[in-house]
């Protein structure tokens, strides 16, 4: 294929800014699909990214496009994360880009990921075409927009195309543009073979099904290949794309982007941002690959102690298809045997649970997050540590680093207020304050990062009432004056509720704590004291007295079954929580650390 | 042969008006249902043998001599004195019997001096009446129809006739009730001199309109008057001390049966211990007949479809409308013999249980004593009066050992 007729563009976008439905309609114009067999975003194809809205895996498609001076050209769209969890999987895939449609609601106006994606998108000087959609709202104000472009982004104005997914207004217009405006791939066909990995997926039949763009020479079947993060080979067993049903090709040449089926065993062998070299003349691998690491981590224990094995094998299948997916067995005297798994972030975390819950139908604890602190000792050792448990003694600490992330957030000047000050409840560290227009405002603040994985984010957008937009990367590490609290249930350590956070802090929120686990355990036969303690030194305490009434006092007409089934009842619900000690902890409790310093908090 | 004693229970579900905190299958139904359902009763009686037969029921032995019956509901003081002599005709005339017990559930409003006459005539010899309350607003925010004039009036009655084995049902936890009223209440049970009293505490659950109210947080049926559970407990323990204190012995957890004469003895058994419902808790076998009755031959449980309609239906087509048949495993066994027995002040033989059952509770024991929740005297294992009202959670907590593998299996 002549890469003068090859464009390999993606569509960035502000979560719920209309990513996916544009998708939609470039694919149902170029006749890539029927109207018969669109089904609402087709691209967002697993269960969970449908009823969430969010992207989570990448895909990239090859359109056909004839254009207006009447060429046809391969158009490959490839589709990115849209969360900020997936930052890397997101720069990954501009990688194999040389455009990107910059897609901005016309009512919300330019947003954190609006700015990020594109600062990202600039970095990789890949050219840019915004799109201002949803024009067919009634709030739509695509001249403010517009204006904010130009103000936030140096776009110019004139360079927006206004557009309507939903309606199609404009779209054929935005095909036009990708043709006209975005450079064709460049590189020698004869040159050794790099190809940059952007996406992988596991497949039950096929093994590890690599999303591919070739830079620089050629792939073809039956080519051993290496791939330059393991320096493991194989041989190409099957090449294509995807029109999106998947079409299999005889070459993948300079430009172009595609599928490898190479016997590959498990996506963490092809890993996203590696490079597949030809094994006989291998080239230098392009720059960029880094191995993900979680910043995440957390506890996953199931309810019954016999799912062990069920969980086990449902996260080996999780890992399979998620190279970003991190586990390892743990124990806690609380929760039993379990595994302490990493996670990208938070998102990543709940949709590791949900598919837990719903593809493996696996009841499971979760723990508090936690990051990963770096901890020196006394004796002058670092150790990093993940676990609140695994927290050395206080006394043999001199010093916790913890990460720190640099946050923007673009809101509404009248939030801005309420902003500010959860910023700085959250430890945060003011770097920047822009108005983008006299409505809108850019904060830049470094943050760190246990206090975004607590509840920022759902805070932030209860104090801005939805509007403000969020997003983040990692910028290092800050010395903390941190301690670990804590929690005994009945006299007993609950290691699962442990916690680490700043020593401002450790009072009131030891406090919250305590009084959300009095009100999510239930009342026992005997009464049980809550305390939240550093060290030895016990900070927060509360009671839950004993139960007092729980007999079934009726047996009538001896109908001795309804009482049975009562009492089994209860024994099943007994099941579900877990014992610590004498006390029966339900699953619910596990999380209350999560919700620890919430203004909704009653305690 | 020896005999055995068996239970008679026959179901009257047919009340005037649904009280509001009712969680029983029970109701108002047309008076024209109540010929076609005593026919219907009277011909599973007759025929019970041939009905069990065809419903997978063990047909109950030569030997068993009935020794017990019971007519429950409902409200089965609403039938006329002849209607329910005529189901004690048919008990009669089916089973060998040897009668010592003979209970009539009655409403105080429903009693006169004529119909107690023809009770006693009837051979019932023992009444139990729904008493509830002796406050009338209590009375009235529950939906009784009775008052607590009614009590009195109906007490001299059936005292007058000659009945000298009265059991009075009360309810801790009404809409309204306060510790004085439940004293006064109290004082004034102990006043008449009931030979026997069962006191339930108020169960909440999604089954009865006041239950449904109070879960949903309204305030229908008084449903915001309701005692909280702590208060609740506490009406239970009062009543627990003053009856202890009157002369009752307590010897299930709802029931207190009065010591007179040789069995003022503490450690004797008062005579007046209901000897239907023991069998209840001692698992031994009844009958039960009418819609909703449940039965239980030492082996099987079953109970019958609880629709009167339904009922009526299938008799008329000489058919049982059993539901919940199931055959009683040993595990189960185990399970009822526990949460059955401890349900009585007398515990369970624990070296006895524990030889039958091939089982060993001595961890899960060991741990509920020390937490003074039960006790083991003289080979007896039984719940402390700490924990007699959350009864269930140490129930519960002895028959998850059981499943758990907690308590060591013994060899052999």
Redesign the interface.
Same mark, same amino acid.
């Given at each position: 294929m002549d890469p003068q007729f090859i464009r390999n563009f993606c569509i960035i976008a502000h979560i719920d800014h209309g990513k996916s439905t544009l998708a939609d309609r470039l694919l149902e114009l170029t006749g890539a699909l029927s109207q018969r067999e669109m089904t609402a975003q087709v691209l967002d194809s697993m269960e969970l990214e449908r009823e969430r809205g969010i992207t989570i895996k990448a895909k990239s498609i090859r359109l056909h496009y004839r254009a207006r001076d009447g060429h046809t050209y391969l158009l490959n769209l490839i589709d990115t994360p849209g969360h900020v969890d997936f930052s890397y999987e997101v720069s990954r895939a501009l990688s194999a880009c040389e455009g990107a449609l910059l897609v901005v609601d016309a009512s919300q106006g330019v947003e954190a990921q609006t700015v990020a994606n594109a600062f990202l998108a600039a970095q990789h000087q890949l050219t840019l075409i915004p799109v201002i959609n949803k024009i067919d709202l009634p709030a739509a104000q695509p001249e403010l927009v517009k204006e904010q472009l130009e103000q936030v982004l140096a776009l110019p104005a004139a360079d927006a195309l206004l557009i309507s997914a939903k309606t199609g207004q404009g779209v054929e217009e935005v095909l036009e543009a990708v043709v006209r405006r975005i450079p064709p791939p460049a590189g020698d066909p004869d040159a050794p073979l790099r190809a940059l990995i952007f996406d992988s997926w596991f497949d039950p039949y096929r093994g590890a099904v690599v999303q591919v763009r070739v830079q620089q020479g050629r792939l073809v079947p039956h080519l051993r290949i290496r791939l330059c993060a393991t320096q493991q080979e194989y041989e190409v067993e099957e090449l294509g794309a995807f029109t999106p049903k998947p079409v299999r090709l005889a070459e993948l040449g300079p430009g172009e982007v595609g599928f490898v089926i190479a016997n590959i065993k498990q996506v963490a062998d092809a890993r996203v941002g590696d490079t597949i070299v030809e094994a006989a003349r291998p080239a230098e691998p392009l720059p960029g690959f880094q191995a993900i690491k979680p910043m995440v981590f957390a506890g996953l224990y199931p309810v019954q102690a016999d799912q062990y094995e069920e969980l086990r094998d449902a996260l080996a299948k999780l890992q399979l298809n998620d190279a970003a997916f991190f586990y390892e067995p743990e124990s806690s005297a609380a929760l039993g045997f379990g595994f302490r798994c990493g996670f990208l972030g938070l998102l990543h975390m709940e949709i590791v649970q949900e598919r837990l819950e719903r593809e493996f139908s696996l009841d499971v604890v979760t723990t508090a997050p936690s990051v990963r602190y770096r901890i020196t000792t006394t004796r002058g050792e670092v150790l990093e540590v993940d676990n609140p448990t695994r927290f050395p003694p206080p006394n043999t600490i001199a010093k916790i680093e913890e990460p720190i992330i640099t946050a923007m957030i673009i809101t509404s000047d009248d939030s801005v207020g309420a902003i500010l000050q959860l910023c700085e409840e959250k430890r945060g560290v003011q770097k920047n304050f822009e108005y983008l227009s006299p409505k809108r405002v850019m904060l830049t603040y470094e943050l760190p990062l246990n206090e975004i994985v607590l509840d920022f984010y759902d805070r932030l957008k209860s104090v801005s009432r939805g509007y403000a937009s969020l997003d983040y990367q990692l910028a290092g590490w800050r010395e903390a004056d941190l301690v670990k609290l804590d929690i005994l249930v009945g006299g007993e350590v609950v290691d699962a509720l442990a916690m680490v956070c700043h020593r401002d802090q450790a009072y009131a929120r030891g406090r919250e704590l305590v009084g959300r686990l009095r009100r999510l355990i239930p009342r026992?036969?005997?009464e049980v004291p809550i305390q939240a303690a550093i060290g030895s030194r016990v900070i927060a305490r509360e009671t839950i007295s004993a139960? &007092?009434?729980?007999?079934?006092?009726?047996?009538?007409?001896?109908?001795?079954?309804r009482?049975?089934k009562?009492?089994e009842k209860?024994?099943e619900g007994?099941k579900r929580m877990k014992r610590v000690g &004498?006390v029966d902890i339900p699953q619910e409790a596990f999380l209350a650390v999560l919700k620890v310093g919430s203004t909704d908090s009653e305690a | 042969m020896a005999l055995m004693e068996l239970?008679v229970?026959i179901?009257v579900p047919f009340c005037q008006s649904k009280c509001t905190y009712c969680n029983?299958r029970t109701g108002v139904f047309s008076p024209s249902l109540y010929a076609p359902y005593l026919e219907a009763v009277c011909n599973e009686i007759r025929n019970h043998r041939t009905l069990y037969r065809q419903a997978g029921v063990d047909v109950p032995a030569d030997n068993w001599v009935v020794d017990t019956v019971?007519i429950?509901g409902g409200t089965p003081s609403l039938l006329t004195p002849e209607d329910l002599a005529r189901l004690l005709d048919a008990v009669r005339a089916q089973f060998q019997c040897c009668w010592r017990e003979v209970t009539l559930e009655a409403d105080p409003e429903t009693v006169s001096q004529e119909k107690a006459a023809a009770w006693r005539a009837a051979g019932i010899n023992r009444i139990s009446l729904g008493v509830q309350s002796f406050d009338d607003r209590e009375l009235r925010a529950a939906g009784r129809q009775h008052r607590r004039a009614d009590i009195f009036a109906a007490v001299g009655w059936l005292r007058e006739v000659g009945f000298d084995n009265l059991s009075f049902d009360l309810i801790a936890g009404l809409p309204h009730q306060t510790a004085a009223s439940w004293e006064a209440t109290l004082a004034e049970l102990i006043g008449l001199r009931p030979e026997h009293v069962s006191?339930?505490?108020l169960?909440i659950d999604e089954h009865s309109r006041l239950g449904a109210a109070v879960l949903a947080g309204s305030r229908k049926y008084s449903a915001d008057a309701v005692p909280d559970?702590?208060t609740?407990?506490?009406f239970?323990l009062c009543a627990c001390r003053q009856l202890e204190a009157a002369g009752y012995e307590h010897y299930e957890?709802?029931n207190w049966a009065l010591r007179v004469g040789a069995s003022r003895e503490p450690t004797a058994p008062s005579r007046f211990r209901s000897q239907h419902?023991l069998?209840?808790?001692r698992r031994r076998p009844?009958l039960?007949f009418g819609a909703?009755?449940?039965? #239980?031959n030492g082996r099987q449980?079953w109970?019958n479809r609880h629709d009167p309609n339904d009922y009526v239906a299938a008799l008329a087509q000489n058919r049982l409308p059993v539901e919940?048949l199931?055959t009683i495993g040993r595990q189960?066994a185990l399970?009822?013999v526990i949460?059955?027995g401890l349900?009585q002040r007398e515990g369970i033989d624990l070296a006895a249980v524990e030889a039958e059952y091939n089982v060993s509770f001595t961890d899960a024991v060991k741990r509920l004593a020390s937490?003074g #929740?039960v006790t083991v005297a003289e080979g007896r294992l039984r719940l402390t009066p700490a924990?007699?009202?959350?009864?269930?959670? /140490?129930? /519960?907590e002895l028959?998850?050992s059981i499943q758990s593998g907690r308590c060591t299996q013994v060899a052999g």
């Open positions: 026992q036969m005997f139960l &007092r009434k729980n007999v079934l006092a009726k047996c009538y007409g001896g109908d001795v079954t009482k049975r009562l009492l209860q024994r007994k &004498r | 239970g229970y179901q029983f019971y429950g006191i339930y505490m169960e559970d702590d609740i407990a506490e239970y957890i709802s419902n069998k209840y808790w009844y039960g909703g009755a449940h039965s #239980f449980r109970a919940q199931e189960q399970e009822e949460f059955l349900r937490d #929740f924990a007699l009202t959350t009864a269930n959670a /140490v129930l /519960v028959l998850d």
